[in-house]
């Protein structure tokens, strides 16, 4: 498949917690990481948010916290990999979607981990850049590019919403406009 399919894909934030956050040059990652998770509840994507070791990083941050549903499966974990807890896999398979849209933070550690094994079990995977970060650029852009050379297809925020929506008579359109203006 060559693009997004509302119908055939999941979201996974990866550890946009306090204490990685407060690590970050900038919050970029928290604003769009915010932006996906609220056109996913629109949009009715299942979404999945991990939590690396939230007793000593935090929990996820209020900004994206606070636009959780109940439907919104968060994830304590503790391996790099989220693929790598027990559970985890048995869990996105459950969603029967092939589409995985991921970001989130450290891009070189967590998510580049999780990506290479998200691709592993045949997963199409779109990294969404702007909604994954580093502490540092050089880290991020490792990071980055190694998901690209492993097969992922590398996306921004709006770029993903609009490839969900596919026309502007989709009957959530002016709704998740809204979100990037």
Same mark, same amino acid.
């Given at each position: /498949? ?18 990685? #956050? +407060? /690590? ?10 915010? &932006?996906?998770?609220? +056109? ?9 948010? %991990? ?10 941050? @209020? ?6 549903? @109940?439907?919104?499966? #968060?994830?304590?974990? &503790? +391996?790099?990999?989220?693929?790598? @807890? ?38 199409? #995977?779109?990294? #969404? ?17 190694? /998901? ?7 996306? +921004? %925020? ?8 596919? %026309? ?9 406009? /809204?979100?990037?203006?």
């Amino acid at each position: /498949m060559n693009t997004l399919d509302e119908n055939n894909c999941l979201l996974l934030l990866i550890d946009v917690q306090e204490k990685l #956050v +407060a /690590m970050l040059e900038k919050n970029t990652v928290v604003r769009k990481s915010n &932006t996906l998770l609220q +056109a996913a509840n629109i949009l009715g994507i299942p979404t999945i948010i %991990t939590e690396q070791y939230p007793q000593g990083l935090g929990k996820t941050v @209020d900004f994206v916290a606070e636009h959780i549903k @109940d439907n919104t499966l #968060v994830f304590e974990k &503790t +391996a790099f990999s989220a693929l790598k @807890d027990e559970g985890f896999l048995d869990k996105i398979k459950s969603y029967g979607k092939k589409q995985i849209i991921i970001g989130g933070i450290e891009a070189h550690i967590c998510v580049h981990q999780t990506v290479a094994d998200l691709l592993e079990n045949g997963f199409e #995977v779109y990294v #969404v850049k702007d909604a994954c970060a580093s502490r540092k650029k050089d880290d991020f852009k490792s990071g980055i590019k190694l /998901m690209e050379q492993n097969g992922a297809k590398i996306s +921004a %925020t709006e770029a993903v919403l609009f490839e969900l929506l596919k %026309t502007s008579k989709h009957p959530h359109f002016k709704e998740v406009q /809204m979100l990037i203006k």
